[in-house]
């Protein structure tokens, strides 16, 4: 069974960085992990849950929410099964939890309902 397993969240300053990972980890999924579109959405409290960024099978082509585009930086490594979120200039607005998620061939879409796995989640604040 596929599982997604979000790491990285933590307390920080306004200004500061921080980086997510996103781990696939069971047999199924470890040996497939380059077939899925990637992405990370993020729910902030009392909010629904939006989309951040996702990244296509290969890593060529990226998308980014309006509101971190030049701040945020999705990758990752295929080889190693894990994908990252550089975040920089951060706000308290960004204050959320972050998931990731697989979307077996998608096309990067911004709505959570083309995604088939999720990760637990992994909190990040921002202190004003």
């Known amino acids: 069974q596929l599982q997604l397993v979000e790491s990285g969240g933590g307390l920080v300053p306004t200004g500061d960085s921080l980086r997510l990972s996103c781990a696939a980890v069971?047999?199924?999924?470890?040996?497939?992990?380059?077939?899925?579109?990637m992405a990370w959405f993020r729910q902030a409290p009392g909010k629904e849950r939006t989309f951040v960024a996702a990244?296509?099978?290969?890593?060529?082509?990226?998308n980014y929410a309006d509101s971190v585009k030049g701040r945020f930086t999705i990758s990752r490594d295929n080889a190693k099964n894990i994908l990252y979120l550089q975040m920089s200039s951060l706000k308290p607005e960004d204050t959320a939890v972050y998931y990731c998620?697989?979307?077996?061939?998608?096309?990067?879409?911004?709505?959570?309902?083309?995604?088939?796995?999720w990760g637990q989640g992994t909190r990040v604040t921002v202190s004003s």
């Open positions: 998620a697989a979307d077996l061939y998608g096309p990067g879409s911004h709505r959570s309902e083309s995604y088939d796995y």
């Open positions: 069971g047999d199924s999924f470890g040996d497939t992990f380059s077939w899925y579109t």
């Open positions: 990244i296509t099978t290969s890593g060529e082509i990226t």
